[in-house]
Each structure stands twice: as structure tokens, then as C-alpha cells.
């Protein structure tokens, strides 16, 4: 005899399928890559994290296995008990000279680090949150576990949040948090950080970023949106994941000031009672940041970036649009032709800026609805949730997986389906994928009135 709780959930099931937006997951049977086999295809992938190709990348695997032979699989303990091995100790020294911050510490993923940097800093009704509306899920959540007030401002309406930090509530608030994803998931658009952290500094409030899309994508360097802004100082913490551009696998970190995360490591509950990152994971992570800082001599890591001011956007937008609308090996440092492997961190992020104005130029000329942008994450408004879904499952057909997404992720009628460039794609694989786009689009004249 079935429970009410199995029926409940077995009726949402079926309305889920129902409905269009019941998740499948697909079986890949060989390394994350540019191209791969998922459920016995072979498809180019248009839906990975994996920014800078590093996932399978010969060096950050091969620093996987020399920490599986030195420290063994995993550390058997949370941190403060016996399981922080000198793995981490070394991880947290690599982040903090890849940042340019006092301290960092490590968790076993960026939701971990949400979920651990802000119910500790914000504990009490008198501590006040600011967050944007389109923050990611682990941040939404982590505000929920806080006694903090909480205020949602509209995405990116700054004035809207300078009304609420002037609220008296706000004013007698003792800890204040103003925090925002530094790239938006499901937009690929851009926070506007000097301009938070001008109102951050103006109301004796932290500000928080959410760099998991922004790491190893932007700025001169790849260290972030901080970096592409030059807003990296002491008045600001960063969250952020190795499970996206650093690597591919898991883990996450905060990083900013020492009495920060010196208290996280005393009163954080996702690290204190969590196991430590495995070993492989630390030893990858860091091999993955040594690739991305290669190439870069001569630039000045953390604070230095801040001399480019608020002009990095434009300028490195403009280098973006010249690379996709010329030459695919300009700015490559004369990588035609070199393995991918042998590539510098510095010619990645030129690969990868290239490849990005292409599929963004590619999309624009099929004359479907996208956010303009600079970053990886190309959405295609394609309206209906159910279309968004029938339209995946046709470009699989045509050996291009990329993701749908419809409600609640994203508000109603703007549903779409969600590319994300990597700099291991060739322009042959975007290509063959706006090709592939091209013709699916013709069989769904609906995705054209998307937004």
C-alpha cells in the first residue's frame, strides 16, 4: 500500500512530465569535453561549465593522481577534527595569490560556501541582507537560513536597492550584506560591481560576490568580475567554485579578508561538519589555476587590476567583438596550430573571447532573441517552457546537446535554451552548432516571438 507521501509525490511527478518540465539525465560515457558520447551519441556540448576545457586537461589530471598516491582518496574527517591535510593548507595559499586576498577557505562546494558564509555572518534579526532577485539558487537558500531581514531588490535596479539600504530598518541594521552573482547564470549578463560597491562603502555594508561564472572567464587575467571591474579591496568577500572553469570537478571557497574567514572556519556549519575536499580535488584545482595564471608575466595579480578601472567592460568587449569578427587566431600568441594542451591561461581566455563573439555574432544573425553580453552564457529566448524542451531534444537529434530551461528557473515566457562556450570548442564545433540551431529553428517558428 503506497502513503500519502508517495502519492503526492507521484502525482507531481506526472505532472511534471506532463507539463514539459521533468529533467532527464543524460548518460555521458567519455571525459567532459568540446565534444563527447551522451546516451550512445556522439554530440559537440554546448551546456558544460567546463570554460577553459581544463576538465580533462592532461596537467590537472595528472595532479589528481599524484595526490591519490600521496594523501590517498579522501580525509575521513571535517577540517577542525584531523582532515586538513597539507592539500588544503596548499589549495588556500594558491587562492589567495590567484585572488590577491588575505585568506581563503575551502568547502566542499560554492553552495557550501553560500550556505556557510551568509546565515554566520548575518545570525541575528538585527544583521540586515540585500540581495538580487536572479541570485543564484544556493544563495537564495542561504539567505533563508539566516535570522537576518531579508531585501530582494529587482534584478540589477541599484536604485531600488539604495532606497532599501536608506529604509530606517536598514540604517539600524548591525551587520549589512549587499551580495549578487558577479555573472547572472541564466542571463550571462554582468552585475554592476563598482557601482555596488560604491553604495556598499557609502552604508558600512560588506559586499559579497558570487564569482562561480566569473572565474577563469573574466577579467584581464581571468581572476573574475572583481578583477574585470578593479573593485578588489579589503571591503569585499568572493565566493566561488572549482567546479566550473578551475577544473571541473567540486569544491568551493570564500576569499577575501582573514578575520572573515578566520570566523567561517570557527562557526561555518558546512565546513564544520562536512567532510574536506578529497585530495585529487585540491591537487587539480590548483594544477588547473597554474595553467590559467600562464602566460600572464608581467601583469600584477589581485589589487593591481583595479588600475584598469571601470573602463575593463568596454575595452575588453571591444576585443571580444574585433577577435569574433576576424581572424579566429588573433590575440592566440601564435597558438594556431599548437596542441590545446600546450595553450597558456592567457591564450585560453583569448580563445575562449573569440569563440563567445562568434556564437553570440552567430546567433544574432539567425535572428533569434538573445541578452547581449561579453560572457559565456548565451541564452536563446525561445518563449514557452514546452519549446524550449521539444527544441533540446531536437538538437540532440542533430548531435548538439544544450540544456532547456523553462519555469520556475527562469519567469514565465522566457523560457530558453541555455549555450555555453568553452575555449576547447573550435570554430568548426560552433559552426556545425549554429547550423544545427538554424535548422531546428526552422521547425519551431514559435522560439522567434521568445520575450
Not at 589530471?61 to 588544503?88: N, P, Q, Y
Request: aromatic share 6%.
Amino acid at each position: 500500500m503506497q502513503t500519502t507521501l508517495e502519492r503526492t509525490l507521484a502525482a507531481e511527478l506526472h505532472q511534471l512530465r506532463e507539463t514539459g518540465q521533468y529533467k532527464q539525465c543524460n548518460e555521458v560515457q567519455r571525459p567532459q569535453g568540446p565534444r563527447t558520447r551522451m546516451d550512445g551519441r556522439d554530440v559537440i556540448v554546448l551546456s558544460s561549465n567546463n570554460y577553459l576545457g581544463l576538465a580533462n586537461h592532461p596537467r590537472v589530471v595528472a595532479a589528481g593522481r599524484e595526490a591519490l598516491d600521496k594523501f590517498g582518496l579522501g580525509t575521513a574527517s571535517v577540517r577542525f577534527i584531523c582532515g586538513t591535510m597539507s592539500c588544503h593548507v596548499e589549495l588556500e595559499r594558491k587562492i589567495c595569490a590567484f585572488i590577491g586576498c588575505e585568506a581563503a577557505t575551502t568547502f566542499i562546494s560554492c553552495w557550501d560556501a553560500n550556505a556557510g558564509l551568509i546565515p554566520t555572518l548575518a545570525n541575528s534579526p538585527e544583521d540586515a541582507i540585500f540581495s538580487d532577485a536572479l541570485n543564484h539558487a544556493s544563495i537564495i537558500d542561504a539567505i533563508r537560513l539566516s535570522k537576518g531581514q531579508r531585501f530582494i531588490y529587482k534584478h540589477a535596479d541599484l536604485k531600488q536597492l539604495e532606497e532599501m539600504l536608506s529604509t530606517p530598518e536598514a540604517k539600524k541594521a548591525r551587520n549589512k550584506l549587499i551580495i549578487t552573482d558577479g555573472v547572472f547564470s541564466m542571463e550571462g549578463d554582468v552585475a554592476d560591481l563598482p557601482a555596488l560597491k560604491e553604495l556598499a562603502n557609502r552604508h558600512d555594508a560588506l559586499l559579497v560576490i558570487d564569482e562561480s561564472h566569473a572565474t577563469g572567464v573574466l577579467g584581464e587575467t581571468g581572476r573574475g568580475t572583481a578583477e574585470h571591474f578593479g573593485v578588489i579591496d579589503h571591503n569585499t568577500v568572493q565566493t566561488s567554485t572549482l567546479g566550473k572553469a578551475l577544473g571541473g570537478s567540486c569544491g568551493g571557497y570564500v576569499a577575501g579578508q582573514q578575520v572573515v574567514c578566520e570566523y567561517l572556519v570557527q562557526k561555518a556549519r558546512t565546513q564544520l561538519f562536512s567532510n574536506a575536499l578529497p585530495p585529487t580535488v585540491c591537487y587539480g584545482s590548483m594544477a588547473a589555476i597554474d595553467v590559467l595564471m600562464s602566460g600572464h608575466e608581467g601583469t600584477h595579480a589581485g589589487t593591481g587590476g583595479r588600475h584598469a578601472g571601470t573602463q575593463a567592460q568596454r575595452h575588453e568587449g571591444e576585443g571580444q567583438r574585433a577577435t569574433g569578427a576576424t581572424d579566429p587566431n588573433r590575440d592566440l600568441g601564435g597558438a594556431a596550430g599548437t596542441a590545446f594542451e600546450a595553450l597558456s591561461g592567457r591564450q585560453l581566455l583569448a580563445r575562449l573571447r573569440a569563440n563567445v563573439a562568434r556564437c553570440r555574432a552567430g546567433v544574432e544573425a539567425l535572428g533569434l532573441h538573445t541578452i547581449p553580453g561579453i560572457t559565456p552564457i548565451v541564452p536563446v529566448i525561445v518563449g514557452e517552457t514546452a519549446t524550449a524542451i521539444r527544441m533540446q531534444k531536437a538538437l540532440f537529434e542533430e548531435g548538439v546537446f544544450v540544456s532547456g530551461f523553462g519555469f520556475p528557473v527562469v519567469p514565465k515566457g522566457e523560457a530558453r535554451l541555455r549555450c555555453q562556450i568553452s575555449a576547447a570548442h573550435s570554430f568548426e564545433d560552433i559552426d556545425v552548432a549554429l547550423r544545427a540551431l538554424a535548422k531546428v529553428a526552422e521547425r519551431f517558428p514559435e522560439a522567434r516571438g521568445g520575450r
